[in-house]
């Protein structure tokens, strides 16, 4: 039975662990900066002040690559035509930088911010991360909600106001998957009693990066009662890609694939060739036929507790693209993170361990560039951060990092297939699950 005392420390400590963090999130916002915070944002000013519509029409036009669904680059035209008001310098900061690009300016964030002089540099960059941080804090709102109606315990919100992905994607790389965990972590708490708002909530979600429709077609067949409500729900879950893509639609069709599978993503700099090229086949074929299993067992199992199904398949689906995908980035891992929270919400001090151990063996052979470690604060000084040496160049003085990077592979995937093994035995093996159409009792 908890004290009096213990309680009171309890109240005291969780809000002084939230104002910490802010107060941290609001230092990293200004000094730190990848290219991929720029490549989202220098497009939008186009909206405002060329009045295109089109980007992706605009950027095929002059040979450029575009990376995000078309929904992204609108809603962040929305936040730059009011942060604008707040610097004198922020639009003409970004449309510089979207100059030099297409005058051919290629490279590291560092390469910008030494050809494109702002005065008031930290201060835009600041502006330019600030949709993110409102968009944690509704994250953090919406898991205050759960916690509420008694889904969550109030410690696991310690699991996202301190975790570590996500201080490192939002804040310091400057990526903008916190607004689609958002939208994730809204469509789960909707959809428990409104399924319909539930499911366009996720398509909002996969309308603004195409990552979150793997986990859509699950949820459709977990709570669709018949063929003719999956169809309407898919419907539902696709209509904000569909309205956003509408420009693109009238005025270059033929780019409409583009709008959701990037058209980076089908190519490589470089010829796979051996090994290399045959088990991308090998990676790629058997998340396919992972997530065909998945969506068989979406369609016949039967929980009374279908949150706690369509979180537990999400998180697999999830797991499994990070495992099996051929070309990942660190800052993925923050797509499992309100889907560990919420599946894990029992067994915290499990989870937190999970999380730390993923965080540093997914880090081991995913951020060994410099503009992915300490070159991420060159807003302060380009030159010296990066010229800093990497960790594993050091580490490389004293032992082959093709060891420790190694190690930290095969840490990830056991980790990861222990997880879905685990997950799967949940579902499966519970005394609540039930099947239909199939001979299992």
Known sequence: MKTNKGRNVKKFTFPAVIIA???????????????????????????????????????????????????SYYLFAFFEYFLQNFSST???????????????????????????????LFFDIFLAKTPLLIFDVASLIVLFKFVKERVLKSEALYLWILNPVIFYTTYIFGQFDIIVLFFILLGFYLIRKHIKLGILAFGFAGALKSYPFIIVLPLILIYGKDVKEKLKLLIIAFAPFVISIIPTLI???????????????????????????????????????????????????????KLRTSIGI??????????LAGRTHFHYLIWEMPLMILWFRNNLKFLTVIILIQTISFASYKILASQLQLGLFAPINPDYFMSLPTFNGLIS????????????????????????????????????????????K
Do not use: C
């Open 251 to 305: 005025n270059s069709p033929q780019l409409v694939l583009f709008t959701f599978f990037p058209k980076n993503i089908f190519h490589y700099k470089q010829p796979l060739e051996g090994w290399e090229k045959y088990s991308q086949f090998i990676k790629y074929g058997s998340q396919a036929f992972s997530y065909l299993l998945l969506l068989l067992i979406s369609t016949f199992i039967k929980l009374k507790d």
């Open 397 to 440: 003085q004293v032992i082959s990092y093709r060891i420790v990077s190694t190690f930290g592979f095969v840490v990830f995937t056991s980790v990861n297939i222990l997880l879905i093994t685990k997950i799967l035995f949940g579902l499966l093996f519970t005394s609540e699950t039930k099947y239909t159409h199939l001979n299992v």
């Open 314 to 323: 999400s998180l697999i689906v999830v797991l499994l693209a990070l495992t």
């Open 90 to 120: 922020y639009l003409e900061w970004l449309n510089q930088m979207r100059l030099s690009y297409l005058n051919g300016l290629q490279g590291q964030a560092d390469v910008f911010l030494k050809a494109v002089q702002n005065p008031s």
């Open 21 to 71: 963090s802010f107060f941290i999130k609001l230092i990293l916002m200004p000094f730190s900066a990848h290219s991929d915070l720029f490549a989202t944002q220098i497009f939008p000013p186009l909206l405002l002040e060329e009045k295109v519509i089109d980007i992706f029409g605009y950027l095929d036009n002059l040979g450029k690559s575009y990376f995000y669904p078309p929904l």
